[in-house]
């Protein structure tokens, strides 16, 4: 949902005048440590309660997950991995929602002015209002997170709770989340945070741990500290993400030609026309 | 509409015949396409411009205003992909109608050679072995029915996006941007050639008929073979 008390940094589709950002606001994000997530799902049930989603219906399949995957009416999941690592089970569990990134692959995807933006604190937002449900983020999103919803006929995804972030609130998972793994702040503060709980792993037996805050996409809303930090795909994130090549090919150089190419050839047959007028039968005088 | 082509009692003869045949001389005039031709021409016709007009916008927002022609952006999207499915269709139906008399003959390619296409251009070329549809229309024809199997292939993936892997996604996402913009350039010289370069070809696509001399001009070996002077 779009909330206009805040201003808006970055706006899709939009040619001028996108962005009304005028006060300098700091980043926010949300940290996320998986070494300490208990796998409660107190997170999805305050995500449902706070936006009023309506329970999905799903089916058994030999998991914890509640969800296979995200749902248009379920945008924060709690995923989970078994994996056997140096002989042992790892039970890894990981908050699937919007990462919120700083270079917004839906964003820049979207065909519908203002239908995405991101305000001027780094929060990625539909703005229902806007949306006409084509779908292109879904193709522009590294990470697999914007569902189509059926009954809307519109995009749907993690707000950040803009509407609680906006009034000075912490987003609706993070007041939920009974251990502490969760913490919301400025974009500063949760990398200092990730990263000192990272230097603390490393001296746990975790040397490989790591913080997720890829600069593929300039860092993301989301800083995750993984205690398997070199296996970023154990937890289902992608290494190195970044806005598919296909749509920047598409916007960025096959859009701008194209336009070139149509006018040119409208101005082509103008030209023609000026230099050789009509093919006519004319009687002989 | 000359008066040669009333009978007595007034009904217009040339269209009456042209009902159901075509390539006959009648009243004084040469039917060239029979409603049949011209009702899938013009289907082809404004299901693309639907598809044209509904597009645009999504594709960019310079063409945004042209959203408010259907009413907004919303229904731009609503309406597309169903008005491509009836191009699709119309396509279809047309390719059958006509992929008979556009195969090229031998010795035509020659005439789509980069010097040919600008001496018919610049209008010097003498025509005199070109029949009822010349190699360039030919040419567009095969170019439409190609743009209509692209379309509809990469935009049926656009459409279900979440049914297709990623790399299929994108890929359709260039090839619908890549095949529309040929194919508008393409259109744009088809409209333009068909009305204002050349009267009274567009005649051939409303009333279906067209005089002696534009045949003579556009089409002498089909207008030899109309008029009974070749085989």
């Not at chain 1, 030999?62 to 296979?68: A, F, K, N």
């Not at chain 1, 979207?110 to 239908?115: D, E, T, V």
């Not at chain 1, 989340?177 to 793994?181: A, D, L």
């Given at each position: 949902m779009s909330v206009h008390s805040l201003e808006i940094r970055r706006s899709s589709a939009?040619?001028?005048?996108g962005a009304t950002g005028m006060r300098a606001l700091p980043d926010v994000a949300k940290y996320v440590d998986t070494s300490t997530?208990?796998?409660?799902?107190a997170c999805e049930v305050a995500c449902q309660e706070w936006n009023d989603l309506a329970p999905v219906a799903t089916h058994q399949v030999?998991?914890?997950?509640?969800?296979?995957t995200l749902d248009a009416g379920f945008w924060n999941l709690i995923r989970f991995d078994e994996r056997e690592v140096d002989g042992g089970l790892k039970w890894l569990m990981r908050k699937d929602?919007?990462?919120?990134?700083?270079?917004?692959g839906c964003l820049e995807a979207?065909?519908?002015?203002?239908?995405i933006v991101q305000y001027a604190n780094g929060i990625v937002d539909v703005n229902p209002d806007n949306?006409?449900?084509?779908?292109y983020c879904e193709t522009g999103c590294p990470f697999d997170v914007p569902r189509f919803s059926a009954k809307t006929g519109k995009m749907a995804k993690c707000t950040l709770c803009v509407d609680r972030v906006s009034v000075g609130l912490e987003p609706a998972c993070i007041k939920a989340?009974?251990?502490?793994?969760l913490h919301f702040g400025t974009k500063e503060d949760m990398v200092a945070l990730g990263s000192a709980r990272v230097a603390q792993l490393k001296a746990n037996g975790f040397p490989q741990a790591a913080l997720y805050?890829?600069?593929?996409?300039?860092?993301?809303g989301v800083v995750t500290v993984l205690?398997?930090?070199?296996?970023?795909e154990w937890y289902g994130l992608a290494a190195n993400p970044h806005v598919p090549l296909g749509v920047k090919l598409w916007k960025n150089i096959l859009r701008p030609i194209g336009l070139i190419a149509i006018f040119g050839a409208l101005i082509g047959t103008v030209g023609h026309y000026f230099t050789y007028g009509k093919k006519e039968y004319r009687e002989e005088a | 509409m000359s008066v040669a082509s009333l009978d007595t009692h007034g009904a217009d003869v040339a269209v009456t015949a042209g009902r159901d045949r075509e390539d006959i001389v009648v009243g004084g005039e040469i039917?060239?396409?029979?409603r049949s031709s011209r009702f899938i021409h013009f289907a082809v016709a404004a299901t693309f411009i639907v598809c044209l007009l509904t597009g645009l916008p999504i594709w960019t927002p310079?063409?945004?205003?042209?959203?408010t022609l259907f009413g907004g952006l919303s229904f731009c999207r609503w309406l597309h992909p169903w008005a491509g499915i009836f191009f699709a269709v119309s396509s279809l139906v047309m390719f059958v109608h006509w992929a008979g008399q556009m195969t090229f003959e031998p010795?035509?390619?020659?005439?789509?050679s980069p010097k040919r296409l600008m001496s018919y251009l610049e209008y010097?070329?003498?025509?005199?072995?070109?029949?009822?549809?010349?190699p360039g229309q030919k040419l567009q024809f095969w170019c439409a029915i190609l743009a209509a199997v692209g379309l509809l292939a990469s935009g049926v993936v656009m459409w279900f996006?979440?049914?297709?892997?990623q790399i299929v996604r994108e890929l359709s996402i260039l090839l619908h941007s890549l095949t529309f913009i040929l194919f508008v350039m393409l259109i744009t010289w088809h409209v333009y050639l068909g009305t204002a370069a050349e009267p009274g070809t567009f005649h051939s696509m409303t009333r279906g008929t067209v005089t002696k001399a534009w045949a003579r001009l556009h089409h002498p070996k089909w207008y030899r073979q109309v008029m009974g002077l070749e085989k």
């Open positions: 939009s040619l001028l005048g997530c208990i796998g409660c799902k030999g998991t914890y997950q509640t969800l296979p929602q919007c990462m919120h990134c700083a270079e917004p979207c065909p519908a002015p203002g239908a949306c006409i449900g084509c779908g989340c009974p251990t502490g793994c805050d890829p600069q593929g996409v300039g860092g993301t205690g398997f930090g070199d296996h970023p | 039917v060239r396409h029979r310079f063409f945004t205003w042209m959203a010795g035509e390619k020659s005439w789509l010097r070329d003498d025509n005199t072995d070109v029949g009822k549809y010349n996006p979440a049914s297709f892997p």
